[in-house]
């Protein structure tokens, strides 16, 4: 027998005619010490299995086919062949490329990566975890936990940041939240009426006291000037609400607030919630907090239709903020929380509110240390704000007002319609209340008796008026019934003739200019005491003879009542009213000249009728309000203003600059007197009762050949006042009709009663 090393050497070792031995076979050896029935058993270990590549199942499944190798083709060849070999040379080279390009960035990195790597596999979930049982195998350890949530507040974080730094402030503020109203102003500083879609005034900050500024931070936000423009724990409130119970809760910052009022919508979503805070936060870095109190300030609701803490001091107390205590700057300030719910005035439960929280807000105001405990312990009884808003006076004559302001403002201001309509403007007039009352009285007066007499003549009645001061300022005017119902303004109307209420352009023109009897001659001089023929039916001449009309008749002057005079002065003509001596007078001094002495005088071109002879008995047609402004020419010394209505404009406070009107002489002062001594002889001689004891009085009435319209102009103080009634039916003409009565007679003419109630003689 042969020992065992030469067994495995010798037969073993050459395997001639032998079987090879299967990997966990026992190979069977017989030893000569043992005995024969024994034997020894060797266990060939198997060879070890491949092990898995490390990584995903994606690098499982590669390193499972790259162990096998490439499949075979039928003639054994590998069938990846050359195409597979470049393809894989190519990836490999791009990968090498990316790996050089990133090895700058990935060298320093190195060491981190290897730092945090053995983390990163502690916090990989592996499930279910070992060493635990039941339900605890299924639940993520504290370090899975903390790496979720620094993994999500970093993402968070980026999200936010990124967010931040795409949005804009919009350059395009909210044109309704930015929009004003125009407000007028009577000539005594109060308030008449306003335009515009909404209430709102700017006011700059410096001209609202610190009370009102502290009462709306003491209640909305008392932390304004330290926080950086949002409320975190107001935007979790309202988020929570918003996504859990369908609706919204404030908690907003001013400059929040702010946000949504000039850039936003009021949609309550959470969209426009977060877009709020991104441009609250850059808003905060972009604008001074004064800038952002002083915007929220004048564009957040008050109710009663108004915007703005200066409306809303109007609205409520009827006074500018500037004058608000902090008493009232407390209920108002009451008002942000909602105006429905906190306007006193609204209801009893309304008015517990508001006591509850204006109480709330003064004692919020002490403990902040911008009201002292002495200065708290005086507003003891609720400021009761007006019943309603003073600024909604509008309508009836107030619009027609508004309408000749408007108009007069923006071609003094050089503003555009759209400028002016974007509003903020104070409009200051010249009108006065007083006067306007009594004139809008007496011709509401004079409508109602109409009515009575003759309903049907009334309902086609026209009344203007106006009254204008010697330096120009329109003090009154009476337009219609109702800019509602009638938006044409009778007092700035030219549809109706003047009549005999010119004459005293005519006058003037000719003792300012003189009067020519030969063609081409040179001017004689006229004087009140020279001498023209009163005569009804008196032929019309020039230096060559008679005056023929186109038809081939001569032309005459009439009277009123076809009444003579003989031979009178021009200054007891015009005493009395006759007709006939300025008729031939236009003639001598030349109607051109009459003309220009009109126009300079007030009235304008394009009222001025035909340059034929009845120019001078009044064929044009000016408005009340140019007569008056004609008649004040005379009572001003022989200059001339042009009317305005508006003598100052700001704003938001500033100035706004105005092209002034400035005088100019239109005719002589010595002309201008004797003109106004020669009316006032007239309004002595048809009203001696009214005349006695009165200087500075004058007037002239006006009659027109077809009795279409009738006048009454004059001054009294130095203010001239001009009347006209006629009739037109606007709904199917602007022709004058006849007036049927409606002026009255000449003993008792509804023109003079008119201006009598008017002028303060009535």
């Given at each position: 027998?042969?020992?065992?090393s ?6 073993m ?9 299967e990997?966990?076979e026992?190979?069977h ?11 020894m058993?060797?266990r060939?270990t198997p060879?070890?299995e491949?092990?898995?590549p ?9 390193g ?7 499949p075979?083709?039928?003639s ?10 470049g ?7 791009a990968?090498e490329r ?11 990195l190195?060491?981190?990566a290897r ?5 990163a ?5 592996v499930?279910p975890?070992?060493?635990r ?5 299924w ?8 790496g ?7 993402l968070?974080?980026?999200f ?10 919009p350059?395009?503020?909210n ?6 109203d125009?407000v007028?102003f009577?000539s005594?500083g109060?308030p008449?009426?306003r335009t515009?879609?909404?209430q709102?005034q700017?006011?700059?900050l ?8 502290w ?6 936000n008392e932390?304004?000037?330290?926080d950086?423009?949002i409320?975190?724990k ?5 988020l929570?609400?918003t ?8 908690g907003s910052?001013i400059t ?10 009021q949609n309550q979503t ?6 709020e805070?991104?441009?609250s936060?850059?808003?905060d870095?972009?604008?001074?907090k004064?800038?952002?109190l002083e915007?929220?300030l004048?564009?957040?609701w ?5 915007y ?7 609205a409520?107390?009827?006074k ?6 902090a008493?009232q700057?407390a ?8 105006a429905?719910l906190?306007?006193p ?7 517990a509110?508001a006591?509850?929280?204006w109480?709330?807000?003064?004692d ?7 009201l ?6 005086k507003?003891?009884e ?6 309603s ?10 619009d027609y007002l508004m ?13 555009t319609?759209?400028q002016?309509d ?14 306007e009352k009594?004139?809008?009285d ?6 109602e ?6 309903a049907?003549?009334?309902?086609n ?5 106006s009254?204008v ?6 003090l009154?005017v009476?337009?219609?019934p109702d800019h509602?119902?009638q ?8 549809t109706?003739?003047a009549?005999t ?9 000719g003792l300012?200019h ?5 063609r081409?001659?040179p001017a004689t ?5 020279s001498?023209?023929?009163g005569?009804?039916g008196v ?15 001569k032309?005459?002057?009439h ?6 005079y ?18 031939q ?10 003309r220009?002495?009109?126009?300079a005088s007030g ?6 009728g035909p340059q034929?002879?009845?120019l001078?008995?009044?064929n ?10 004609g ?10 203003t ?23 002489r239109?005719v002589g002062?010595?002309?201008a ?5 020669a ?5 002595r ?10 200087t ?16 009454y102009?004059?001054t009294?103080d130095?203010v001239?006042t001009?009347i006209?009634?006629?009739?037109i039916d ?17 003993a008792?003419?509804v023109?003079y ?10």
């Open positions: 027998m042969t020992d065992a030469q067994g495995e050497g010798g037969s070792g050459d395997g001639r005619g032998e079987k090879p031995q990997a966990d026992t190979l050896l017989r030893v000569d010490a043992l005995r024969a029935d024994e034997t058993q060797l060939v060879p070890p491949r092990s898995a490390a990584g995903g199942r994606a690098e499982r499944r590669r499972a086919r790259s162990a096998e190798g490439p075979a083709d039928a054994g060849r590998s069938s990846g062949g050359r195409a597979s070999g393809r894989a040379s190519g990836l490999s080279a990968r990316a790996a050089a390009a990133l090895a700058p960035l990935v060298g320093p190195a060491p981190y730092r945090v790597a053995p983390y596999r502690r916090l990989k979930p499930y975890r070992r060493g049982v039941g339900w605890r195998r639940i993520p350890s504290w370090r899975q936990w903390v979720a949530f620094l993994t999500s507040f970093g968070l974080g980026t936010l940041v990124t967010a931040y730094a795409m949005t804009d402030i350059s395009n503020l044109s309704y939240a930015t929009q004003q125009n007028y009577w005594d109060t008449m009426a515009g879609w909404v709102r700017a006011m700059p410096r001209d609202i006291p610190p009370d009102v500024r009462a709306v931070l003491a209640a909305e932390s304004f000037y330290s950086p423009g409320s975190a107001g935007i979790t409130r309202a929570f609400r996504l859990g119970e369908g609706d919204t809760e404030g910052t929040q607030q702010y946000v949504k009022n000039v850039y936003l919508t959470v969209s426009r919630k977060f877009t805070a991104m441009i936060l850059k808003l870095n972009a604008m001074s004064d800038q952002i915007g929220y004048n564009t957040s008050f109710g009663r239709g108004t703005g803490i200066q409306r809303a001091a109007q409520y107390y009827g500018d903020v500037g004058k608000l205590n008493s700057a209920m108002l300030a009451s008002l942000l929380k909602g429905g906190y306007d005035t609204l209801g009893k439960a309304n008015h509110r006591v509850e929280r109480s709330w807000i003064l919020r105001m002490v403990k902040i240390g911008k002292s405990p002495q200065e708290r312990a507003y003891t609720f400021p009761e704000p007006l019943k808003n003073p600024l909604y006076d509008t309508g009836e004559q107030s309408e000749l302001a408007s108009q007069y403002a923006k071609k003094a201001a050089h503003l319609d759209k002016f974007l509003g903020g403007y104070q409009i200051y007039t010249t009108f006065d209340r007083k006067r009594a004139l809008t007496a011709v509401t007066k004079a409508r008796q109409a009515r009575r007499n003759d049907k003549v009334a309902a009645a026209h009344y203007g008026g009254s001061a010697a330096d120009g300022r329109v009154a009476y337009g219609g509602r119902k938006g044409y303004n009778d007092s700035n109307a030219t109706v003739p009549g209420a010119f004459t005293p352009f005519v006058y003037a023109a300012e003189g009067v020519h009897t030969s081409g001659g001089p006229v004087t009140p005491e001498v023209y023929d005569d009804d032929p019309v001449t020039t230096p060559e003879g008679p005056y023929w009309d186109r038809s081939g008749k032309v005459a002057a009277n009123d009542g076809g009444t003579s003989g031979r009178i002065t021009l200054r007891e003509a015009m005493a009395r009213s006759v007709n006939t001596p300025f008729m007078l236009g003639m001598d001094a030349g109607l051109t000249t009459v220009r002495t009109a126009e009235l304008l071109s394009s009222s001025i034929v002879p009845a001078s008995l009044g044009s047609t000016p408005s009340a309000i140019r007569m008056a402004s008649y004040a020419t005379f009572a001003a010394g022989g200059t001339h042009e009317p305005y209505s508006v003598r100052r404009i700001t704003r938001n406070g500033a100035p706004v600059a105005l092209t002034v009107p400035h005088a100019r239109a002062a010595q002309v007197e004797e003109v106004t001594e009316l006032a002889d007239s309004f001689t048809a009203h001696p009762g009214a005349a006695a004891g009165r500075g009085v004058s007037g002239r009435a006006g009659t027109t050949e077809k009795d279409t319209a009738a006048w102009v004059g009294a130095s001239s001009a006209v009634v006629y009739r606007l709904a199917r003409s602007l022709e004058p009709l006849p007036l049927d009565g409606l002026a009255g007679t000449s008792d003419s023109p009663t008119l201006w009598s109630a008017a002028t303060g003689l009535g």
